[in-house]
């Protein structure tokens, strides 16, 4: 009996080696078919194994593990294969899209030898390109072959990669999904980024490059979407998606080229190239509607031409410049450069008795405004040039205006209103923001940008008054487009609306960010002369003359409000007022927050300094609320210097039947630091003797009173 259960122990031994030896045979075929990196046949090697009947034991156990060991090496060899081969997309896109550009350019050629409906070369009459992709055609050289077969075996990585995820596991596929959506954008996004920051000089020269680049990588997506497991991976709609979304970027960088360039036959390059690039879009059956405002038509192209022109004279107006007020020396010049633009408001007109007179904008006004009236004639002449009336009434209709002729075009007041607006809004009111202003002074200064200058005072000033004026002519440039377009088009209905400037409104914002300047600069150089911390508040010697800085501050202001002299009377009357309510806002500021302690002596000195800016300010301008802008500084200094029973201020009918202006919570923050002169020192005559403990009390009264929280 005993012998009998030791021959079936021996016997479930061996056939429990020879499975553990089975199976580890196996696992050794699955390691060197890892080695060979042929991964499917090692995962199927793996999968046959996990079928094998095995005995449960501490090798078997270890087999398992080994198994996922396998599993996982598999998984991160294919994913480093992937990523290796994603690394590699930018450069075989670029590859790719000079491939497909050459095609297409072959197309495009045999198409216009063949048929006269595409003579003109702008695909309007090509709606069904042939698909192209990564297509072997007759007319590719060796190098264009061995790109694209290279290329598609290539995407033999892509294709084991799906397969051998989705074998392991329904998240594992999952996950490169994901993985691969967030790549593809990364990449899609860096092809833009290479364009957009590329100089316009080099994006012109390398343009197949960098436009390929785009067109080949979404060539080879669509060619991945094509195989069996690719559409899994990433469906037509999703790449379409993508397309789009860089579309904007991909079209602004091409008009943005357009506009940059200045020869007509780098013009018709760069259409012409644009033209294949879009022809080369539809045959990899690409969305090309967001594109299509890339085919302008001529009148589109002239009107580029046009804007960069009075773009290109803005910026030279603006150098020349020197921002100061126009000195019209006679009659004739007067009707040329302010009346013909209706320059001259009632303001002006009443400063204006003889020759020569001075008007308050700056030279680049009306010189601005003849560049927008030179647009406005021109482009109506070019326009009616495409359309030209025969001599038996009918319209002749160029072939780059045929929407006019649909009926889709029927405004052209509206149209001309709109191409004069953008030439505003871009070539003027971007140039004299005080950003651009302000990096354009600094160029002129170090002769390269990156620092922004400081604007003086007279020239911010200055662009006050031109922005005012350039916003009141744009009444005058909608009457002309109106006038204008009544005189080119007699046949057509006289325009029954008024179409508005959207830069009238920028303008005027302008003006009110440079008036904002000039009243913040102003109270900057007050600020600098006007160091309160530096007098001396707690003096025990009277001082018989003003504080310095109080004759320098008069000083400044004389000269300031000299220089704004030729301003509108509001805006002039509101700087005036803006400088003494500055100095009145921030002396009480000092006394409420910095002042650590004052004397009556003190008081004293500085109310002769105060009397100097108050003497000013009644002698220099008639400006209504200047003097009263101090009044409240002025009632504080007396009520201390002059009241000599100061327990009568802690009543509050007498505060306010005496010193109204007097903001009590200032009166009680400047009266708990007054300090006595000391035992030794006498109170000079004239001046009152106040007990610092009576005026504790009128502290105590006033805030127990209720007038002060």
């Known amino acids: 009996m005993p012998q009998r259960h030791v021959r079936q122990r021996i016997d479930q031994a061996i056939s429990m080696l020879q499975n553990c030896s089975k199976r580890i045979n196996m696992l050794r075929i699955a390691q060197s078919q890892i080695e060979a990196k042929h991964y499917v046949q090692a995962l199927s090697t793996l999968e046959r194994l996990s079928h094998v009947p095995h005995y449960e034991s501490r090798i078997a156990q270890l087999i398992e593990t080994v198994i996922k060991q396998f599993k996982a090496k598999i998984k991160a060899c294919v994913r480093a294969e992937y990523d290796e081969w994603l690394e590699k997309v930018p450069e075989m896109s670029r590859e790719v899209g000079k491939v497909l550009l050459f095609n297409t350019r072959e197309e495009l050629s045999r198409a216009k030898n063949s048929s006269d409906a595409n003579a003109n070369g702008d695909g309007e009459g090509d709606d069904d390109a042939k698909e192209s992709g990564l297509l072997l055609s007759g007319g590719l050289d060796k190098e264009q072959v061995h790109v694209l077969i290279m290329v598609k075996d290539s995407l033999g990585t892509v294709y084991q990669s799906l397969h051998i995820n989705q074998l392991l596991a329904a998240e594992d596929f999952a996950g490169l999904k994901k993985y691969s959506e967030i790549k593809r954008g990364k990449q899609a996004r860096k092809l833009i980024e290479d364009i957009t920051s590329a100089t316009q000089v080099d994006l012109f020269r390398q343009r197949e490059e960098y436009f390929g680049a785009i067109l080949g990588f979404f060539a080879i997506q669509l060619e991945i979407i094509r195989s069996p497991l690719g559409g899994l991976l990433q469906s037509v709609e999703e790449c379409h998606k993508l397309w789009v979304k860089i579309c904007g970027s991909l079209e602004r960088s091409l008009t943005s080229l357009f506009e940059s360039l200045q020869s007509p036959v780098h013009w018709k390059e760069l259409r012409g190239f644009t033209t294949c690039f879009i022809h080369a879009i539809k045959a990899n059956k690409l969305p090309t509607t967001p594109l299509k405002s890339l085919m302008g038509s001529k009148k589109s192209a002239y009107k580029r031409l046009l804007e960069k022109q009075i773009d290109r004279a803005v910026d030279k107006l603006l150098d020349r410049d020197h921002f100061e007020p126009i000195t019209i020396p006679d009659q004739q010049t007067y009707e040329r450069l302010v009346a013909e633009f209706s320059l001259d408001d009632s303001d002006m007109s009443s400063r204006l008795t003889r020759f020569p007179a001075m008007m308050p904008f700056s030279i680049s006004v009306p010189m601005i405004c003849k560049a927008m009236v030179n647009l406005m004639e021109n482009y109506t002449s070019f326009k009616l040039a495409e359309a030209e009336p025969r001599g038996d009434g009918n319209v002749k209709i160029g072939s780059e205006d045929r929407k006019a002729s649909k009926g889709e075009v029927d405004d052209p007041y509206a149209e001309l209103v709109s191409v004069v607006d953008s030439s505003l809004q871009m070539s003027v009111c971007v140039r004299i923001s005080p950003e651009a202003i302000a990096f354009r002074g600094s160029d002129r200064k170090s002769g390269k940008g990156g620092q922004r200058a400081e604007l003086p005072q007279s020239m911010v000033a200055q662009l006050l008054v031109n922005c005012g004026v350039l916003a009141k002519a744009c009444d005058h ?125 003190g008081l004293a000195d500085f109310d002769i300094s105060l009397r100097v800016i108050e003497d000013f300010a009644r002698r220099c301008t008639t400006v209504p609320g200047v003097v009263e802008a101090l009044e409240d500084i002025r009632q504080i200094t007396n009520l201390i210097l002059k009241e000599e029973e100061i327990l009568q201020v802690g009543d509050r009918k007498y505060l306010q039947r005496n010193y109204r202006r007097v903001q009590p919570d200032l009166l009680c923050d400047l009266l708990s630091k007054f300090q006595t002169l000391g035992m030794f020192v006498r109170v000079p005559p004239g001046l009152p003797k106040h007990n610092r403990r009576d005026v504790e009390a009128v502290v105590k009264s006033l805030r127990d009173s209720g007038r002060i929280s």
């Open 477 to 601: 440039f909608e009457e002309r487009a109106f006038r204008l377009v009544e005189e080119s088009y007699p046949r057509r209905a006289t325009p029954n609306h008024k179409a508005t400037l959207v830069a009238k409104g920028k303008l005027e914002g302008l003006k009110m960010q440079f008036n904002a300047m000039l009243l913040e600069g102003l109270g900057g150089r007050i600020n600098k002369l006007l160091e309160l911390s530096t007098f001396n508040w707690k003096a025990t010697k009277r001082s018989t003359v003003p504080w310095e800085a109080c004759e320098d501050l008069v000083a400044l202001l004389t000269g300031s409000f000299a220089s704004l002299s030729f301003l509108p009377a509001g805006l002039r009357e509101g700087a005036h007022l803006h400088a003494f309510n500055h100095i009145s806002q921030e002396i009480r500021r000092f006394w409420r927050y910095e002042l650590r302690g004052f004397t009556v002596v």
